[in-house]
């Protein structure tokens, strides 16, 4: 059983940057981060792999968020850049151990461990 704890949610304004962090007990292969807005279904926002840090991100995100590692901690970052109001939701981190194509990693089902959420809460 792998934990995962992240930090680093909170109150920006538009325009503004947060990093989130993602802390895990032990190594998977691959690791992601979603998030979910009320009312709304859980969506896939980016992905890394810890092996040679390929990454994946959603199109809404491209160019402003970056997904990182630190193979050293067994920690992912999320640094949000450029946020937006659209972008206030919960942001879960998860793991995933099995090894899928990479194309799966867009997909809730693929992954096997859930942190429990950090807040993101955009101001306009």
């Known amino acids: 059983q792998v934990q995962l704890v992240e930090s680093g949610g909170g109150l920006v304004q538009a325009g503004g940057s947060l990093r989130l962090s993602c802390a895990a007990s032990?190594?998977?292969?691959?690791m992601g981060w979603f998030r979910q807005a009320p009312g709304k279904e859980r969506e896939f926002v980016a992905a890394?792999?810890?092996?040679?840090?390929?990454?994946l991100y959603a199109d809404s995100v491209k160019g402003r968020f970056a997904i990182s590692r630190d193979n050293a901690k067994n920690t992912v970052y999320l640094q949000m850049n450029g946020l937006k109001p659209e972008d206030t939701a919960v942001y879960y981190c998860a793991a995933g151990r099995r090894a899928y194509l990479r194309g799966r990693y867009y997909s809730t089902s693929s992954y096997d461990y859930w942190g429990q959420g950090t807040q993101v809460t955009v101001s306009s």
């Open positions: 032990g190594r998977t292969n691959f």
């Open positions: 890394i792999d810890w092996s040679d840090g390929f990454t």
